[in-house]
T-cell receptor, first 116, second 112 residues
Framework: DTGVSQDPRHKITKRGQNVTFRCDPI?????LYWYRQTLGQGPEFLTY????????KSRLLSDRFSAERPKGSFSTLEIQRTEQGDSAMYLC??????????????FGSGTQLSVL | ELKVEQNPLFLSMQEGKNYTIYCNYS?????LYWYRQDPGKSLESLFV?????AVKQEGRLMASLDTKARLSTLHITAAVHDLSATYFC????????????FGKGTHLIIQP
């Protein structure tokens, strides 16, 4: 399977605990995005990498959230001191934009986080 | 700040009927994307519209873009049950920064 993969698929944690999610993008894609989606809403942009550089972060991303893409391949998203409001589906997407072809994102299946 | 609004947010229709989903966006964006999401699944890209007047069709779905009106439409022709899903439109501000801004989605149910 050469699609975007995310691990774990589901995570249940207690408030105050730290959690880490992993995303493996499509191998030739140089851009990687993290989004958050809550029930009944569209995905909300969190952050974006071009290769290993984190180029943009949403103001939604509090200082409890940190993302890395150390070698420009897989990425991790860590949430420290989780709160109930962090409960959501965390989606990873990757792309390889080509001039004149826009930015078609390929999404992974997501990690569903539940904070109790 | 780029904002994207879809309507309707919920649509129940019968098989065989035609309908249109509308997507308005607030600031200049020449690129518009449509995605489909099935329950519990991730998003699947349907169409990428890159210029004013762009029209793309696949099967019973046709998408168009009017950048002057800041409007995109997704038209469903002779709907079938398999098209039941949530459809999202998304616009970008160009250059990858801020990613795509998504609408809230249109939850479409097609009944036999």
């Amino acid at each position: 399977d050469t699609g975007v993969s995310q691990d774990p698929r589901h995570k249940i944690t207690k408030r105050g605990q730290n959690v880490t999610f992993r995303c493996d993008p499509i191998s030739e894609h140089n851009r990687l995005y993290w989004y958050r989606q809550t029930l009944g809403q569209g995905p909300e942009f969190l952050t974006y990498f071009q290769n290993e550089a984190q180029l943009e972060k949403s103001r939604l991303l509090s200082d409890r959230f940190s993302a890395e893409r150390p070698k420009g391949s897989f990425s991790t998203l860590e949430i420290q001191r989780t709160e109930q409001g962090d409960s959501a589906m965390y989606l990873c997407a990757s792309s390889f934009p080509e001039p004149g072809w826009g930015e078609k994102l390929f999404f992974g299946s997501g990690t569903q986080l539940s904070v109790l | 700040e780029l904002k994207v609004e879809q309507n309707p947010l919920f649509l129940s229709m019968q098989e065989g009927k035609n309908y249109t989903i509308y997507c308005n966006y607030s600031t200049t964006s020449d690129r518009l994307y449509w995605y489909r999401q099935d329950p519990g699944k991730s998003l699947e890209s349907l169409f990428v519209l890159l210029s004013n007047g762009a029209v793309k069709q696949e099967g019973r779905l046709m998408a168009s873009l009017d950048t002057k009106a800041r409007l995109s439409t997704l038209h469903i022709t002779a709907a079938v049950h398999d098209l039941s899903a949530t459809y999202f439109c998304a616009a970008d501000s160009g250059g990858g920064a801020d990613g795509l801004t998504f609408g809230k989605g249109t939850h479409l149910i097609i009944q036999p």
